[in-house]
């Protein structure tokens, strides 16, 4: 079964610091895809990036970037410049060809001005 | 663009009773998903549907059921709600089931069971 782990159920940062969130997965497959979703207090889910499994290139989105290590099953999401808007719940998620989308237990960010 | 609909955005609903929780969208995908989402936990997957007039079981799919007669609607109903079935509620769609594509959610319905 695949797993998906958030070992880390809070975080803080200073605004303007980085922030780095760890996400570590559990899987027989070769090919897959991970993703970084945000829930903000309105509660809709936004994506922030995703990463093909198969790229060796870690995927970047303005201030948001990945650490895909795949030989040791670790996504971990990246947030430079913190905003106070980037204060939220993030997912880790994993999906592939064989398996439905599953999530972390997600890791609430606070960004302090 | 509306994406995905839900309704209703918040319901407390009494123990034993019935409840369907609406989901619609217009962006013709074929596979639509229902997930609740408690603390701790994350989001985990109740009920999926690869197609219209085809659903399946996902992770936690006893006391719920859902039907798919259509390409847009994915309603999930609640035959005899119980306390812990007090959570959100997400439905979510994607152009295909099980491929390389990200998720796209509707806002989520609150469900409380006293």
């Known amino acids: 079964a695949q797993t998906v782990t958030q070992s880390q159920p809070e975080m803080s940062v200073q605004e303007a610091e980085t922030v780095t969130l760890s996400c570590t997965y559990d899987t027989s497959e070769s090919d897959y895809y991970l993703f970084w979703y945000k829930q903000p207090p309105s509660r809709q889910m936004i994506l922030v990036i995703r990463?093909?499994?198969?790229?060796?290139q870690n995927a970047t989105e303005n201030r948001f970037s990945v650490n895909f290590q795949k030989a040791a099953k670790s996504f971990s999401l990246k947030i430079s410049d913190s905003q106070l808007g980037d204060a939220a719940m993030y997912f880790c998620?994993?999906?592939?060809?064989?398996?439905?989308?599953?999530f972390g237990a997600g890791t609430r960010l606070t960004v302090k001005p | 663009t509306a994406g995905i609909t839900q309704a209703p955005t918040s319901q407390i609903l009494a123990a034993g009773r019935s409840m369907t929780l609406r989901c619609t969208q217009d962006m013709r995908h074929n596979a639509m998903y229902w997930y609740r989402q408690d603390l701790g936990l994350g989001l985990r997957l109740i009920h999926y549907?690869?197609?219209?007039?085809?659903?399946g079981k996902g992770e936690v799919p006893d006391g719920y059921s859902v039907s798919r007669a259509n390409t847009d609607d994915f309603p999930l109903t609640l035959a005899s709600a119980v306390p812990s079935q007090t959570s959100v509620y997400f439905c979510?769609?994607?152009?295909?089931?099980?491929?390389?594509?990200?998720?796209?959610f509707g806002e989520g319905s609150r469900l409380t069971v006293l």
């Open positions: 998620a994993y999906r592939s060809l064989l398996r439905d989308m599953r």
């Open positions: 549907s690869n197609t219209a007039g085809t659903t």
């Open positions: 990463q093909e499994a198969y790229k060796q």
């Open positions: 979510a769609s994607s152009p295909d089931w099980r491929g390389p594509g990200e998720l796209f």
